[in-house]
């Protein structure tokens, strides 16, 4: 990306946070070069913070991350506009937004469980069973969707609701951890059957 730092006398580019599932703007933050490229490695939305003239992760105090999904750049190159999804509250404020709206869809959850898994991806592989996972790899995470498929599947044709219930939800935890293995998200399935609706 060829971004015009120049064009503003700090050096620094405005860049719009979008939640990738709802659409709806999260925030207004400020980038260097230097936040960029920290955003791209870290898969964490990084600032430049005028206030503490330093690098600033968001949610490195609160733990309520962004995790990166792309980044574009307008036509004049000199705005960004982030797709993340957030892991929890985005203002300061405890609100969802820095405008004080609820940010939420019908998979207003499944959005924020999309978050958690990602900002496990890089986790140390003891801290959690999603990181575990994601260390060992893609074979194990298959596997694992594919063991809970079978699970799934065995439990359709009993009568018990429940256990039909919670091994549907762990198919599709294990499903949203395999996409984040893959590097995609819920919201590139439901592009990919929205063309096929279409067509």
Request: one cysteine or more; aromatic letters at 8%; charged letters at 25%.
């Amino acid at each position: 990306m060829n971004i015009q730092f120049s064009k503003y006398a700090d050096g620094l580019v405005p860049a719009i946070i979008q939640d990738n599932q709802t659409g709806k703007v999260l925030m207004l933050g400020f980038m260097n070069q230097e936040a960029v490229d920290a955003t791209m490695s870290q898969q964490k939305v990084t600032f430049f913070s005028r206030t503490k003239n330093r690098l600033w992760t968001k949610g490195e105090e609160s733990g309520h991350y962004l995790a990166l999904v792309n980044m574009q750049l307008d036509c004049d190159n000199d705005t960004l506009l982030i797709k993340a999804i957030p892991n929890g509250p985005v203002c300061h404020t405890g609100s969802d937004t820095c405008w004080g709206e609820l940010n939420s869809n019908s998979t207003d959850f499944l959005s924020k469980l999309e978050g958690i898994i990602a900002s496990r991806k890089t986790a140390a592989p003891e801290s959690s069973y999603v990181a575990s996972l994601f260390q060992k790899g893609i074979n194990k995470i298959a596997q694992k969707v594919g063991e809970e498929a079978v699970e799934t599947i065995i439990e359709a044709k009993d009568k018990n609701n429940d256990l039909f219930v919670g091994e549907a939800a762990d198919l599709l935890f294990h499903y949203l951890i395999l996409l984040q293995a893959k590097g995609f998200t819920l919201s590139d399935i439901t592009k990919e059957l929205e063309k096929r609706h279409k067509a």
